[in-house]
């Protein structure tokens, strides 16, 4: 693996295992060069509650590796989280940078009631 993907997985291994400690819910992104993806896991870890990404069918159309589609994403895993019972998570950036796509999902997510 190159040095920044490992750098990357560095950041998120530290920020996982103080979510784990304090046995919180938590929201996890990942993001490629075309697409954005979120979901809600369980506070232990084992179970994908809820799951949204660019691939659903509802956000396919347009373009999937933008700012407006990362806000897309996080309006939907809010209100399937929601539905789901869910309503306090941690946000798990997943070691990248909170800007561009990363804060776009994080403030629509917090826009449809996620509070973190």
Do not use: P, W
Request: with cysteine; net charge positive; glycine share 8%.
């Amino acid at each position: 693996m190159n040095d920044k993907k490992v750098s990357r997985l560095r950041r998120s291994r530290k920020a996982r295992l103080k979510m784990n400690e304090l046995q919180m819910t938590r929201l996890c992104v990942f993001r490629s060069s075309q697409h954005i993806y979120a979901q809600v896991i369980s506070a232990d870890g084992n179970k994908v509650l809820v799951s949204a990404s660019t691939l659903d069918s509802q956000l396919r159309d347009g373009a999937t590796g933008n700012i407006e589609a990362a806000k897309k994403v996080g309006q939907l895993v809010a209100e399937r989280a929601k539905a789901a019972g869910v309503a306090k998570v941690a946000f798990d950036r997943s070691g990248y940078k909170y800007h561009g796509r990363v804060k776009a999902l994080a403030d629509a997510a917090r826009e449809g009631g996620l509070e973190f």
